[in-house]
């Protein structure tokens, strides 16, 4: 039994090699692109390393394209949203998991059917909804947009969190004296502060790297954010390589930096909310 292990042990090693090498290639491949030179770029034979590597690239997104609107525009769109919607799938989420009122199994069924529709389908209603109230090419309309979506899985992963906070830890706060407020904000959600980071990051990269409804809503470039700021980097006779892959940096750099820092509060919110709740 020993050796059978041990060769599927290797056997699942190498697979999962395979997949890991597959899944970091195109990054790696983006990362070497994006500090080549154009005649690099363009040879019969590709490079993993560039022989001359420049900073070319990305002056030219910094100094000669709208790429800095686009990344201010995509920051504060994806901040705000997640504000407000990790605040609303905070007390939504909480109220699922302490309380029971009228409706609640209907209300938790619907979080969950609501996520059997594919965004493309809600386009063009939202889009006409938006033009109506005004909101087209406004911050508003991507805020409101994003959030809508990102509520119903937020908070039902934040509920499945909360089942994991003894509701005994509340009572013994209210014992010593705290009201509902101060217990929840020193007991419960200092507790719950995984899930909540796994929640906020969620949130964050929805609204970040989200490019239909980006198109849709946004007709200026003032307004743009970065997904729909790096597609025009492909043009109809020509596609600029080094500088959409210097722009892909840009944009994947974040969430890979707040990933690598938060990553431990992401698993152990992903852990304990799913075996738990």
């Given at each position: 039994?020993?050796?059978?292990?041990?060769?599927?042990?290797?056997?699942?090693?190498?697979?999962?090699?395979?997949?890991?090498?597959?899944?970091?290639?195109?990054?790696?491949?983006?990362?070497?692109?994006?500090?080549?030179?154009?005649?690099?770029?363009?040879?019969?034979?590709?490079?993993?390393?560039?022989?001359?590597?420049?900073?070319?690239?990305?002056?030219?997104?910094?100094?000669?394209?709208?790429?800095?609107?686009?990344?201010?525009?995509?920051?504060?769109?994806?901040?705000?949203?997640?504000?407000?919607?990790?605040?609303?799938?905070?007390?939504?989420?909480?109220?699922?998991?302490?309380?029971?009122?009228?409706?609640?199994?209907?209300?938790?069924l619907w979080l969950l059917v609501s996520q059997m529709f594919p965004p493309v389908l809600l386009i063009i209603p939202i889009f006409v909804f938006m033009l109506k109230l005004g909101l087209v090419n406004t911050y508003a309309s991507l805020i409101i947009t994003y959030a809508t979506f990102a509520l119903p899985f937020s908070t039902w992963m934040l509920k499945a969190y909360f089942d994991t906070v003894p509701m005994d830890l509340e009572d013994a706060?209210?014992?010593?004296?705290?009201?509902?407020?101060?217990?929840?904000?020193?007991?419960?959600?200092?507790?719950?502060?995984?899930?909540?980071?796994?929640?906020?990051?969620?949130?964050?990269?929805?609204?970040?790297?989200?490019?239909?409804?980006?198109?849709?809503?946004?007709?200026?470039?003032?307004?743009?954010?970065?997904?729909?700021?790096?597609?025009?980097?492909?043009?109809?006779?020509?596609?600029?390589?080094?500088?959409?892959?210097?722009?892909?940096?840009?944009?994947?750099?974040?969430?890979?930096?707040?990933?690598?820092?938060?990553?431990?509060?992401?698993?152990?919110?992903?852990?304990?909310?799913?075996?738990?709740?």
């Amino acid at each position: 039994m020993s050796h059978r292990r041990k060769i599927r042990q290797i056997i699942v090693i190498v697979l999962l090699s395979i997949v890991v090498i597959g899944l970091i290639f195109p990054f790696v491949w983006m990362l070497s692109t994006a500090f080549k030179p154009p005649e690099e770029i363009f040879t019969e034979r590709p490079r993993w390393i560039p022989e001359n590597p420049t900073y070319q690239n990305f002056f030219h997104i910094l100094k000669e394209t709208a790429f800095p609107r686009y990344f201010l525009n995509s920051v504060l769109v994806a901040f705000i949203t997640m504000v407000v919607a990790l605040v609303a799938t905070v007390f939504a989420g909480y109220a699922l998991s302490r309380y029971n009122f009228r409706g609640k199994g209907a209300f938790s069924l619907w979080l969950l059917v609501s996520q059997m529709f594919p965004p493309v389908l809600l386009i063009i209603p939202i889009f006409v909804f938006m033009l109506k109230l005004g909101l087209v090419n406004t911050y508003a309309s991507l805020i409101i947009t994003y959030a809508t979506f990102a509520l119903p899985f937020s908070t039902w992963m934040l509920k499945a969190y909360f089942d994991t906070v003894p509701m005994d830890l509340e009572d013994a706060a209210k014992v010593d004296g705290c009201n509902q407020i101060q217990a929840l904000a020193r007991v419960t959600f200092p507790l719950a502060a995984p899930g909540i980071v796994t929640v906020a990051l969620f949130i964050f990269i929805l609204a970040w790297q989200e490019y239909m409804f980006a198109l849709t809503l946004t007709r200026t470039t003032e307004m743009r954010t970065l997904p729909v700021g790096i597609s025009l980097f492909l043009g109809e006779y020509r596609v600029l390589w080094g500088s959409l892959m210097a722009g892909s940096v840009v944009v994947t750099a974040p969430v890979v930096v707040f990933f690598v820092y938060l990553q431990r509060y992401i698993v152990q919110g992903l852990t304990l909310g799913a075996v738990k709740g």
